[in-house]
T-cell receptor
Framework: NAGVTQTPKFRILKIGQSMTLQCAQD?????MYWYRQDPGMGLKLIYY???????DKGEVPNGYNVSRSTTEDFPLRLELAAPSQTSVYFC????????????FGAGTRLSVL | RKEVEQDPGPFNVPEGATVAFNCTYS??????FFWYRQDCRKEPKLLMS???SGNEDGRFTAQLNRASQYISLLIRDSKLSDSATYLC???????????FGIGTKLQVIP
């Protein structure tokens, strides 16, 4: 049982490039989330989804897009990378009834130079 | 005032010691509270939920003080493996908003 799988683990982007951070879970969780974690800051919610076809903005959505075509996958898209998006990105999932008991992926470390 | 505040530490304690962390929150209507543990360069993992009456899980005790708006985590008989950053999580806005604290770093020393 893999849980929540994120790819890639590390990535360096140039300013203005785009990329997609992949997230997949095999626990049949309806709820999925994307967070970013910056040094000295708490995790900030970027986007979340309550099920396939349904997504909503979190606290810091600007510069990002998401889609949820299946229960398993929740990719995060950066269209025009900026240095301010240098961060560690975590994907998480949860059951509906305990949505704040979340299972996190191992994270993607992204640097935008 | 920040929504959720934690002392970032580090708290350096010897093995076997008892250590306690607090986490204060500003929204008196907050509904749910959790402690997560995050090892260095790893993902957060749920440590325990915090119930109104307080709850214990082995060497770990979590408590909620609504009057003073803080939650606490007590670790007894500290082990080297307890070294990590402890994140408090506060749910508010009708169970719709999640706020993570910056975490308190614990280093247990041999």
């Amino acid at each position: 049982n893999a849980g929540v799988t994120q790819t890639p683990k590390f990535r360096i982007l140039k300013i203005g490039q785009s990329m997609t951070l992949q997230c997949a879970q095999d626990m049949n969780h309806n709820y999925m989330y994307w967070y970013r974690q910056d040094p000295g800051m708490g995790l900030k919610l970027i986007y979340y989804s309550v099920g396939a076809g349904i997504t909503d903005k979190g606290e810091v959505p600007n510069g990002y897009n998401v889609s949820r075509s299946t229960t398993e996958d929740f990719p995060l898209r950066l269209e025009l990378a900026a240095p301010s998006q240098t961060s560690v990105y975590f994907c998480a999932s949860s059951l509906d009834r305990d949505r704040w008991i979340q299972y996190f992926g191992a994270g993607t470390r992204l640097s935008v130079l | 005032r920040k929504e959720v505040e934690q002392d970032p530490g580090p708290f350096n304690v010897p093995e076997g010691a008892t250590v306690a962390f607090n986490c204060t929150y500003s929204n008196s209507a907050s509904q749910s509270f959790f402690w997560y543990r995050q090892d260095c360069r790893k993902e957060p993992k749920l440590l325990m939920s915090v119930y109104s009456s307080g709850n214990e899980d082995g060497r770990f005790t979590a408590q909620l003080n609504r009057a003073s708006q803080y939650i606490s985590l007590l670790i007894r008989d500290s082990k080297l493996s307890d070294s990590a950053t402890y994140l408090c999580v506060v749910i508010s806005g009708g169970y719709q908003k999640v706020t993570f604290g910056i975490g308190t770093k614990l280093q247990v020393i041999p």
